[in-house]
């Protein structure tokens, strides 16, 4: 009976306080008069850290086909799939030599823990964490991201 009496007192603050005035706040640039912030979500997004872990994205003509990436994912949520090339193929924008072509690059968004163990340990930088964080959805197949540089019959030859 004493914990009933204790968890309404506790709700009853927390009543009380949400009604009493707050002091003006400066939320993003703008001034709020009551100091509650409430953005129209689809139209107006808040803004997010830099540093923070978001949805990953490969910059596919700098990928190197390392598989660096794969292998340090402690729930193996990327795929790839790779075929060598008789030459070196270009450069990469960081000067790493590219002698693969990138038949099959996923990443299974459903999986991912959003670690950024794989963006620490990628030699040419090219996978990274976007500072994008509203892609939810009811079908699992749309987190499966597909990346790739050859794709039908140009991935056969």
Known sequence: MRSLWVG?????????RAFRRRPPTIYQGVLTASGRVTLPYPHEKASVPENGHYRLYLFTEDCIGCDQCARI????????EKVKAP?????????HPKKFY???????????????LCTVVCPTDCLIMEPEYAYATAD???????FGECVGESAAE
């Open 8 to 16: 309404l007192k506790l709700a009853l603050s927390h009543l009380w």
């Open 102 to 116: 990138i038949t099959r690059f996923d990443i299974d968004h459903a999986l991912c823990c959003f670690c950024g």
């Open 87 to 95: 030459q070196t193929i270009r450069y990469t924008a960081s000067g």
């Open 73 to 80: 994912c402690p729930v193996s949520c990327i795929t790839i």
């Open 140 to 146: 699992r197949n749309r987190l499966v991201y597909r």
